[in-house]
């Protein structure tokens, strides 16, 4: 019987995204927040399937993603001026050899006044 040829692997790449949550039972968010936004560095052999496998994983943590905004690679990044830490550096390369998606800052939002 003969052997398939194997698929060369997709190169992987890590891309930076902000995912905007709204809220929803069970979510987590601070008692008062109107939802949050949340920095992730994700895995993918493109920005789109970086941007599907973030919103799958915020879905099954019972977040309620309403939009992603990409910010590109790190080499796209570094290219556009953005200086790109250590901990990030490490972070990413992580995310990379983890084929993961990681939530690097959640900052909740909060309209106008805080309640009592």
């Given at each position: 019987m003969a052997e398939k040829p194997k698929k060369p692997k997709?190169?992987?790449?890590?891309?930076?995204l902000l995912v905007q949550v709204g809220r929803k039972d069970g979510d987590g968010l601070p008692d008062g927040s109107t939802g949050a936004g949340l920095l992730c560095f994700a895995s993918g052999v493109d920005e789109a399937?970086?941007?599907?496998?973030?919103?799958a994983v915020l879905k099954q943590a019972d977040l309620n993603p309403l939009d992603v905004t990409g910010y590109g690679t790190r080499a796209?990044?570094?290219?556009?001026?953005?200086?790109?830490?250590?901990?990030e550096r490490g972070l990413m390369d992580r995310a990379k050899a983890e084929n993961a998606v990681i939530v690097v800052q959640m900052?909740?939002?909060?309209d106008g006044e805080e309640k009592a």
């Open positions: 997709a190169k992987h790449d890590v891309y930076t399937e970086a941007v599907r496998e973030t919103v796209e990044r570094e290219a556009q001026g953005d200086e790109i830490n250590d901990e900052t909740p939002f909060f």
